[in-house]
């Protein structure tokens, strides 16, 4: 069998091919979407670190309702039907001791997450959001399979 290609997914970014994948990702507080097509075999995931765009400087994908929308396009571009595309929901871990709730980046995300999809009627197929610790992902374009393993965070001193 081939070596399946790899991708290291940064955050405020995306990727999606039409080529079998292996797409990796690190999350704290950030969210990513995985997007799949069983019918086609293809997927991408988003990686976003802020729920929404202010509407100041460019609508990049550091924004989850400018990434998730992004993929959603590049999904299309190869050709997916939007009742043919499930999403998996990862990430948005409460990693930092922050004692404001202003500052619950990660609850934000998730939040965003939920709506979004939702609104663009779009299933959630599985997701493992929230807690204390960071998650390493791996998204299988061709399968839709998601592998996780949790990160611990880091302990003040």
Known sequence: MDKLESHFL???ALFASKEPFQINTILGSCVAVCFWDAVL???GMCHYMLPYWNGEGLASPKYGNIAIEKLLEKMYSFGSKKNNIVAKVF???DVLEIKSSHF???ERNIKLAWEQLKELRIPITSSSVGGKDGRKIIFYTETGEVK???VKGQSKA
């Open 104 to 106: 619950h980046i990660g």
């Open 91 to 93: 990430g948005g871990g």
């Open 41 to 43: 075999k293809t997927g």
């Open 10 to 12: 940064y955050p405020a």
């Open 148 to 150: 996780q393993r949790y």
